[in-house]
């Protein structure tokens, strides 16, 4: 079994920004390591809130709370660990078959994920029992 630190990766994208305000740039392929199939973003969720809770076969991620802050539970079924998210620079990036449960919202985060792939439900991951069960053959 991969170790946690194997499966994730903390980007801090560069701030290109001038005396106009700053500009963050995130390039598929270039600044991550995928090129991007799809763009979501979570918004409007309050602190008591928890979101995701699964793993995914395939898709891999990098999530940026772009304002705001939230935090990020990530599980491989041997480790665990909480990052973060309190800087719009900052990029949690995350391998195919990690457990994430995005969670503690601030009043105006907007968490805006990127992933190499097209959304298939088939791919999803729902029960931790199950997860547990599968990365532990």
């Not at 290109?16 to 969720?45: C, H, M, Q, T, W």
């Not at 309050?46 to 990530?74: C, P, Q, Y």
Request: hydrophobic content about 40%; cysteine-free.
């Amino acid at each position: 079994m991969l170790r946690l630190e194997d499966q994730i990766h903390i980007f801090n994208f560069p701030d290109l920004g001038d005396e106009r305000g700053n500009l963050v740039v995130v390039e598929g392929g270039i600044a991550i390591p995928f090129d991007i199939k799809r763009i979501f973003y979570i918004y409007g969720s309050d602190s008591e809130v928890v979101r995701g809770s699964h793993a995914n076969l395939k898709s891999e991620f990098i999530m940026i709370n772009v304002s705001g802050t939230s935090k990020v539970l990530i599980d491989n079924g041997l480790e665990r660990r909480v990052v973060a998210l309190d800087k719009p620079r900052m990029g949690l990036y995350l391998k195919s078959m990690v457990w994430k449960e995005m969670y503690d919202f601030s009043p105006d985060s907007v968490l805006l994920v990127l992933s190499n792939e097209h959304y298939d439900p088939g791919e999803y991951i729902r029960n931790y029992t199950d997860y547990l069960e599968m990365v532990r053959k």
